[in-house]
């Protein structure tokens, strides 16, 4: 029995994992688009911490789907968890990209709904299930 409990938790492992693959498989496309949309037409970067939020909750939202997907019970918890290790990944690349990344209570907020939005999707993707 112990075996198939191991095998369980590498299955929800993997699933939390592909989920933020796809959470970040999503920002990455609909940045690149943006970036592509700015640099080629008329467009101004005005609208692009709108952009940004968006995205990122959209990616949480999913990655939480995903993640709750694999998951047999708590489905908001592993969306919650889904939620947060995005967010602790893009912290680190912030940390490392910018020089002047400080948080803030813009950050934190973000940081908030990001956890929430990953639970949201967490409890759809558990309730979803086929």
């Not at 019970?73 to 990344?101: C, D, H």
Request: overall charge positive; charged content about 15%; proline content about 1%.
């Amino acid at each position: 029995m112990r075996a198939e409990a191991g095998t369980e938790h590498r299955s929800q492992f993997k699933a939390l994992t592909m989920g933020i693959l796809v959470g970040y498989a999503i920002t990455c496309i609909v940045f690149l688009g943006y970036s592509m949309l700015i640099t080629y037409t008329s467009m101004s970067e005005k609208n692009m911490p709108i952009v940004v939020a968006v995205t990122t909750l959209l990616s949480v939202v999913v990655a939480g789907f995903d993640a709750a997907r694999g998951a047999d019970r708590k489905g908001w918890l592993w969306g919650m968890g889904a939620g947060l290790v995005y967010v602790v990944i893009l912290a680190v690349i912030m940390m490392l990209a910018l020089k002047n990344f400080t948080i803030d209570s813009r950050t934190v907020t973000m940081a908030i709904l990001s956890v929430a939005g990953g639970g949201l999707g967490g409890v759809l993707g558990i309730n979803l299930k086929k």
